[in-house]
């Protein structure tokens, strides 16, 4: 009986020491960041980001906890403020290896220009392709040649056609060292961006790549990592929920959830927290996987106004995670305990000096705030009003019509007290209208039937299938130019591609209930004017591959700019209320 009762002793000693043995590694992670070097303004009421900042809340983050790891979901670069994007965001790479990432998903926008840029993003070396605004490191203290990426991409889903390759390596391991013990654990983190990625990018810059289902991706890597002795699995994954929480540390609910809640669902359960992104959106949620166990999924908001902190405790003795501790944290600038990075501010400064001429030029003004949000937003009204204005004339195609994609009409549109230059309220800066419009994408006259017209249109909405065309994903509302105006009815079915109820131009009827309206018919042809995003199938617009002769115009940014001209004063400025621009030009009926 003693021994019995020692045995039990010894064996609840044994199992309780088992359970004392854990450890904590800290993550730290970020997304969507888009070469935000400086501060994009105020998030949640507080002067947020700046990449000064974003470092010294990752630095003491850090040092509350040696074992610690800095990951980020994607969209690091791509569609960047023009400090960054006019040296093709060498400025936002360079400053990210000396904020300490380590590891990062890609996202849609690293392929922005194309997967070969990408790969010098990681691998270094100077642009063959723009050399005069390469490898500028004498000038502002980084390494010449651009020294490329510390930190890993990875590109567990975005594989090469003709190898079966992975673009990047698909996962990556870290080992943390127990202090009590002496023991490491390993942790796992497979990247992955969205598989719609082909349809939000110019085509060409990912001809020859596919992009594999997330869910079976992560799945398949799940016993390769096992086997190398990785029982805790951290996805970095470039998706995410399509509404906002309450709060950045809350979670939305039924279908604001996905697309993301639907891929975890699949997951495997050996996965222990998704990192995502994409969105933009801040949230803290718990979405139940393929076994029916809650994970930590996360998301940090953009552009470096906010980081997520997660304490993952680890069991010493089997490496697996026992729980998940996540909190998203505002960089607030004005917090006196952070300490922003010298050098880091350094290296913004004197990048910021070269390209301040172009960056504070005034190009025009504004009366309030043309933000990027709504079905129709005045930013997007202002963008396809300037590209209506470039290609009208018989030379540049003899436009009549211009279609602008919501998703190139970026955050947070013209500010009326935006002041980036010492300028003065109401002005728009070269560098403030670049923000807006980074992508530095060509304007194109195409021929379309009304028809086509018709069918574009359509192919705004989810679940929209033209016949041998492929189904809108998401919802896309574009902005039209003034001269358009067209209504739309939520309670058609997307999927019968016949929510589009009446069109108009220049103010006379051109489709309705009885079909096309005389004069025209369904085979008129009309000018339209689109970017070469759009012009290749780009956000699932599919029907503007069929346009016929294109006609090439300008950049899209130098339309912008030469459209402000006729409100940079002595003109009066920008009014969205005149009533010579004809909004709204959308209407949404019941």
């Given at each position: ?274 990192v995502s992104g994409h969105s933009h959106l801040s949230y803290n949620c718990r979405f139940p996987n393929l076994a029916g166990r809650n994970i930590p999924v996360t998301q940090a908001s953009a552009f470096g106004r906010v980081l997520t902190q997660a304490d993952l405790t680890l069991d010493v003795a089997t490496g697996d995670v026992l729980g998940v501790y996540a909190s998203n944290i505002v960089v607030d600038r004005s917090d006196a305990s952070i300490q922003p990075i010298a050098q ?52 540049p195609g003899a436009a009549q019509i211009a279609l602008m994609n919501r998703g190139g009409v970026r955050s947070p549109g013209f500010v009326f007290n935006q002041s980036s230059g010492g300028e003065v309220a109401g002005d728009v800066t070269y560098g403030e209208a670049f923000t807006v419009q980074p992508f530095g994408n060509i304007l194109q006259t195409l021929t379309l039937t009304a028809q086509q017209l018709k069918d574009v249109l359509e192919q705004q909405f989810a679940g929209c ?126």
């Amino acid at each position: 009986m003693k021994k019995q009762l020692l045995a039990l002793l010894l064996s609840s000693a044994s199992a309780f020491s088992a359970q004392a043995a854990t450890m904590t590694v800290r993550l730290i992670a970020f997304n969507d960041f888009h070469g935000n070097l400086m501060s994009p303004g105020n998030f949640a009421g507080k002067p947020a980001g700046g990449a000064d900042y974003l470092a010294g809340y990752v630095a003491k983050l850090k040092k509350d906890n040696p074992n610690n790891v800095v990951v980020g979901a994607g969209d690091l670069i791509g569609a960047s403020p023009l400090g960054s994007a006019l040296l093709h965001d060498e400025a936002s790479i360079e400053v990210l290896n000396r904020i300490g990432l380590e590891f990062s998903a890609v996202g849609n926008h690293e392929f922005d220009e194309g997967f070969a840029e990408l790969l010098r993003m990681q691998n270094g070396g100077c642009s063959f392709a723009d050399p005069a605004n390469s490898c500028k490191g004498a000038q502002v203290g980084t390494p010449v040649p651009f020294e490329g990426a510390k930190f890993r991409y990875l590109a567990a889903n975005v594989v090469f056609n003709a190898t079966g390759k992975t673009l990047f390596a698909p996962f990556a391991i870290k080992s943390f060292k127990d202090a009590a013990s002496g023991k490491s654990v390993r942790v796992g983190f497979i990247g992955l961006t969205l598989k719609d990625t082909p349809s939000i990018v110019t085509p060409s810059g990912v001809a020859g790549l596919r992009f594999d289902e997330e869910s079976a991706t992560i799945n398949a890597l799940v016993p390769k990592l096992r086997a190398q002795g990785v029982e805790a699995i951290v996805v970095l994954l470039h998706q995410g929920t399509n509404a906002a929480a309450s709060d950045i540390n809350g979670c939305a609910s039924g279908a604001g959830t996905e697309p993301l809640r639907s891929i975890v669902a699949k997951l495997d359960d050996h996965v222990d927290m998704v990192v995502s992104g994409h969105s933009h959106l801040s949230y803290n949620c718990r979405f139940p996987n393929l076994a029916g166990r809650n994970i930590p999924v996360t998301q940090a908001s953009a552009f470096g106004r906010v980081l997520t902190q997660a304490d993952l405790t680890l069991d010493v003795a089997t490496g697996d995670v026992l729980g998940v501790y996540a909190s998203n944290i505002v960089v607030d600038r004005s917090d006196a305990s952070i300490q922003p990075i010298a050098q880091i501010a350094d290296i913004m400064a004197k990048y910021n000096a070269l390209v301040a001429p172009l960056a504070n030029v005034v190009i025009g003004s504004i009366t309030q705030d043309l933000p990027n949000s709504g079905d129709e937003m005045p930013a997007g009204d202002l963008i396809a009003d300037a590209q209506l204005d470039a290609t009208r004339a018989p030379a540049p195609g003899a436009a009549q019509i211009a279609l602008m994609n919501r998703g190139g009409v970026r955050s947070p549109g013209f500010v009326f007290n935006q002041s980036s230059g010492g300028e003065v309220a109401g002005d728009v800066t070269y560098g403030e209208a670049f923000t807006v419009q980074p992508f530095g994408n060509i304007l194109q006259t195409l021929t379309l039937t009304a028809q086509q017209l018709k069918d574009v249109l359509e192919q705004q909405f989810a679940g929209c299938q033209l016949p041998g065309e492929p189904m809108q994903t998401t919802d896309r509302i574009m902005q039209i130019s003034k001269g358009l105006r067209y209504s739309w009815s939520a309670s058609v079915p997307a999927s019968s591609c016949s929510r589009i109820t009446t069109i108009s131009f220049n103010g006379a009827p051109l489709y309705g209930a009885g079909g096309f309206v005389a004069p025209y018919t369904a085979a008129t042809p009309l000018q339209v004017t689109v970017n070469n995003f759009m012009a290749s199938g780009g956000d699932g617009f599919s029907v503007l591959t069929h346009g016929l002769n294109p006609i090439g115009g300008g950049q899209d940014l130098d339309a912008l700019v030469s459209y402000l001209a006729n409100f940079k004063a002595p003109h009066a400025p920008y009014s969205p209320s005149d009533p010579a621009l004809q909004t709204p030009r959308i209407t949404k009926l019941p």
